[in-house]
Structures are given as C-alpha cells and as structure tokens.
C-alpha cells in the first residue's frame, strides 16, 4: 500500500502549519509533523481508524492527532489522505 495526500488535503495542512505559525514555528513544525507520523501509521494498519459517522462508509476512516480529523479513503492499494481537519469544524456533505 502507498499514501497519496489529495491537493485539499496538503492544503488544509499547510494552512495548519501557517495559522500555528503565527504563533510559533517550533510548534507548527512539530504539529505537521505530528500529523505525517500519524498518517504513515495507517500503512501498517489500514483499518486502524474508524468508520467516519458523518458519511457511513466503510472504506471512508479516520484517525485522530487531537484536535484534528485525518480522514482518509481506502482504495485498492492506496491510502488517500482527503481531509484534515479541525475536529470543531464540520463535515462537508462530499469529501472530494
């Protein structure tokens, strides 16, 4: 299996890191990077996460790096990255 991170996904990780980095640069980095361990774990365990209640699909999961959302889809032998999230916000009703 491999991962592939959709352009919405890098984008919502990158607007992460700036809005933390206002702040401080260490921790974005630190919480980005966070972030991509916790996405590359999901190689050794694909259905590690859970089902996403919001849409009920079992090939739609997610896992979590608190406060946010990695929702992912499963897809024959890819891992894609759709959504990363802060888990205050809601759901749009498509992911894609």
Do not use: C
Not at 78 to 83: A, D, K, P
């Amino acid at each position: 299996m491999r991962i592939i991170w959709t352009e919405k996904a890098e984008k919502q990780l990158n607007q992460i890191f700036e809005y933390i980095a206002s702040d401080s640069s260490l921790y974005a980095h630190r919480t980005v990077g966070q972030i991509i361990e916790e996405v590359e774990s999901i190689l050794s365990h694909p259905r590690k996460g859970r089902m996403v209640p919001e849409y009920e699909r079992d090939n739609i999961r997610e896992v979590f790096h608190h406060p946010y959302r990695i929702i992912y889809l499963l897809k024959d032998e890819t891992i894609e990255i759709l959504s990363v999230i802060h888990g205050a916000r809601l759901l749009p009703d498509d992911l894609k």
